[in-house]
């Protein structure tokens, strides 16, 4: 006869306790269970409230014979008291091993804590076996519990209840953001507002032809998704075998993208945040592709707008073509004359094709050096200091390549 | 988690003892590729803390070489034993320790900013485990980062979202190899650290480079690579990114050098290799590789030494280079690692949906 405990719901109100079943329950053992409730209950923990812990309460002399059982294993415990997840569909919990995890006394209590916190929505079955209990401690203490009557078995299934997780994650912006795009593209930064889940990344994005048709395999594949820390920025690189000269894939399937032809590319709204939740709505990113670019980036060629002294403008740089927007970040910075780097925001702008470097206070007189580091590239790949591929027929030697080169400019009155 | 760069360096102490391992906890902030070296040392990569620890594992000799070992429902159990979903649970790479029979995997559990990284380890028998990191024997190399101490240099607070995925690892010959790939530039290094770790020393970094037919030249991402001998010279055998296996002699890994791989082998499109394994039979070397799809590969490694590589143009289709034979009925594996002598370990399984792990004879 299944009982009902709601007072687990009274300790936690976010607990859904599901059902509760005490084996050869009789009036006696309802008697008892003042004594010895004989509940198994999720608690929090009190010292760390984020973590949910297992709890059996055990008759008083149970709990002193285990207490005086000298050091017990966890292998001995968890014979006694195990806690298992209904993780995936077609397998029962009783074949599946037991959530790993400590054991310790307390008032009369035994607990489990799992190794790592509880996940919300999973059903946790808990199985405390009294007869492996008294097994555990034997002697007379065994055989006055052995007079006592209550059940040998108590299970419960258990389960934290999981926030209703709301849509409110979007695609927040896509580099790079010109809307039109050279053939040998190597790159897409795609930026989310909070962290999504990772690991099937390829199943949510898409590219499409000018048909709305899905383009097979456009991006490598790889195992190790490409995220930065915070899990709110996935790079995804186009296949490079089928946009190097001469490698098979590209000799059998040409490149992805080819010059005069748009595509779109496309994010689902199913793929889900870290928290569970769908994107609010899905993305698309409509671009024409124009001829590949194999020039290397050529600092030379850009234009420095320097402030004067005592304003705050910006100063800004300016390239003919767009550059990688997290390398922009990261590659290009400001020096004073004595080689001390100038602290100050950097903003991409104009489709990438300028970088602005606000310092927040009024500059003053001097020379000064924009640094720029030479493994800046472009949107196919090719840096400042060799393009993508190397023709080795026409340039045989690299010549020496410094990790930086340097751009001057003067803040005058 | 957030401590944890800062505890790393103060725990990575230098010692003069031949193996400088320390006791503590170790924390992981994530978790990449596994490799096993000598003695149940157990390297650990760390992608986020651009890291490797290697811990010396308590395990006991195994005499087990019946092949017998079979877990089903790999996934479902682990994440069992994790107390979660099986959809909450990746499992990154396998490797095994040949002497005690244990399979290690490395697992990310759950999403986001509360995901957990773990060690799992497996037994013949099917005992399923996560590894204490608590009060561990272990030993760290910090991976040099060069863009990111650039980042500090500039002086500017805006937070480094550069990483680096390490996409594999290896013990070769008294060195781990560490290939990694990263989120920005299309350049990696190929570092090589002597173990036992030597004090602050920094894994030695090699720019790799593709040459294909002897002409057009990329930077080329290492994916997955394994060692092997020619007669007696050890070579790395890599899949780079652009191309499916480039032959690169170790001991052109030499500090700040740049190495270009001579591609030996393309295998068509729309296949990527997973895995790779080396392993003698009746005296002869062979190769062994997972793809994505085309099956697993074998191809006999002296073949490889005299391979001139590619050096014209494939045309008409089809495979090119050294000739391989498809294992026909080792399909959908994802992981390999040498058992022992007789056998491979697999991961395998449809979609990675239901996965197995189990021994199958070397071909």
Not at chain 1, 50 to 76: H, I, K, R
Not at chain 1, 230 to 235: M, P, S
Not at chain 2, 114 to 124: I, L, T
Request: proline residues 6%; aromatic residues 8%.
């Amino acid at each position: 006869m299944p009982l009902r405990h709601d007072f687990a719901t009274a300790i936690c109100p976010f607990i859904l306790v599901l059902q509760l079943g005490c084996a050869k329950p009789t009036q006696d053992e309802a008697t008892e269970t003042k004594e010895v409730s004989g509940e198994i209950r999720l608690a929090k923990r009190s010292a760390m409230p984020s973590q949910t812990v297992f709890e059996v309460d055990l008759p008083q002399a149970l709990a002193d014979g285990l207490a005086n059982s000298g050091v017990l294993e966890p292998a001995d415990w968890k014979k006694v008291f195990h806690i298992h997840a209904e993780t995936a569909n077609g397998f029962d919990w009783r074949e599946l091993p037991p959530v790993q995890g400590s054991y310790r006394l307390t008032n009369n209590r035994l607990v489990f804590e799992s190794l790592f916190s509880l996940q919300a929505g999973v059903n946790y079955h808990a199985v405390f076996n009294l007869s492996k209990a008294k097994q555990l401690i034997g002697g007379k203490t065994a055989d006055r519990l052995a007079e006592m009557k209550h059940s040998d078995v108590i299970e419960a299934t258990l389960r934290l209840e999981r926030p209703r997780a709301k849509p409110e994650t979007i695609v927040s912006q896509v580099y790079p953001t010109a809307n039109s795009l050279p053939e040998n593209l190597l790159k897409f930064y795609l930026h989310f507002s909070a962290p999504m889940s990772q690991g099937k990344v390829y199943n949510h994005i898409h590219l499409l032809n000018a048909r709305n048709e899905k383009i097979d395999l456009p991006f490598l594949e790889l195992d190790e998704e490409l995220w930065n820390p915070d899990g709110t920025r996935l790079t995804i690189l186009f296949d490079p075998g089928r946009i190097k000269s001469g490698l098979l894939p590209r000799e059998q399937d040409g490149p992805v993208l080819r010059e005069g032809n748009s595509y779109t590319l496309k994010i689902d709204a199913t793929w889900t945040d870290a928290n569970g939740a769908p994107l609010k709505h899905g993305f698309t990113k409509f671009f024409v592709v124009t001829a590949p670019d194999v020039q290397m980036p050529s600092p030379a060629q850009w234009k420095i707008t320097a402030p004067d002294a005592g304003s705050t403008n910006p100063l800004t740089l300016d390239f003919p073509e767009p550059l990688d927007h997290a390398l922009l970040q990261r590659l290009v910075w400001v020096e004073d004359a004595g080689n001390r780097a100038v602290e100050g925001q950097v903003h991409v702008g104009d489709d990438e094709r300028q970088w602005a470097f606000v310092l927040g206070k009024a500059w003053k007189v001097g020379d000064y050096q924009i640094m720029i580091g030479t493994s800046l590239e472009d949107l196919a790949g090719n840096n400042v200091s060799r393009p993508f591929e190397v023709d080795r027929v026409q340039r045989p030697e690299d010549e020496f390549i410094p990790n930086y080169v340097t751009l001057d400019f003067k803040i005058r009155n | 988690m957030g401590l944890f760069a800062a505890s790393l360096a103060t725990i990575f102490v230098l010692t003069t003892d031949a193996a400088p391992y320390q006791n503590g906890d170790v924390k992981l902030q994530s978790i990449g590729p596994l490799a096993t070296g000598p003695d149940g040392v157990l390297f650990v990569s760390d992608p986020k803390a651009a890291c490797i620890i290697a811990i010396k594992t308590a395990v006991k000799p195994s005499d087990n070489t019946s092949g017998n070992f079979k877990v089903e429902g790999l996934n479902a159990k682990v994440a069992a034993v994790l107390g979660a979903s099986v959809d909450q649970v990746r499992i990154i790479d396998l490797a095994v320790d040949a002497s005690s029979q244990t399979a290690y995997l490395s697992v990310i559990r759950g999403q986001g900013a509360s995901a957990n990284a773990a060690v799992v380890s497996v037994r013949p028998s099917g005992e399923i485990h996560v590894l204490s990191l608590k009060n561990v024997q272990h030993a760290v190399a910090e991976l040099s980062n060069a863009p990111a101490d650039q980042e500090t240099g500039t002086g500017r607070r805006r937070r480094n979202q550069r990483m680096e995925s390490i996409t594999d690892i290896a013990f070769v010959k008294g060195k781990l190899i560490v290939a990694g790939l990263s989120n920005e530039e299309f350049s990696s290094t190929l570092r090589t650290i002597p173990f036992p770790f030597e004090g602050s020393q920094k894994g030695t970094g090699v720019r790799i480079f593709h040459g294909a037919h002897g002409r057009y030249e990329t930077s080329s991402p290492v994916r997955t690579f394994v060692s092997y001998d020619i007669g007696g010279d050890p070579y790395i055998l890599a899949a780079y990114t652009c191309t499916p296996l480039v032959k690169i002699p170790m001991v052109e890994l030499k500090p700040g050098s740049n190495v270009v791989g001579e591609t030996i082998a393309e295998l068509g499109n729309r296949n990527r290799p997973l895995d790779m394994i080396v392993y003698k039979k009746n005296g002869k070397q062979y190769l062994l590789m997972a793809n994505s799809s085309r099956g697993v590969m074998k191809i006999t490694t002296e073949k490889l030494g005299n391979y001139k590589g590619i050096t014209e143009k494939v045309s008409g289709g089809g495979t090119e280079g050294v000739p391989y034979e498809t294992v026909s009925d080792w399909t959908e594996v994802h992981q390999l690692a040498e058992l022992d002598s007789q056998h491979a370990l697999v991961v395998r399984g449809v979609d990675g949906d239901n996965l197995n792990l189990e021994a199958v004879r070397l071909p």
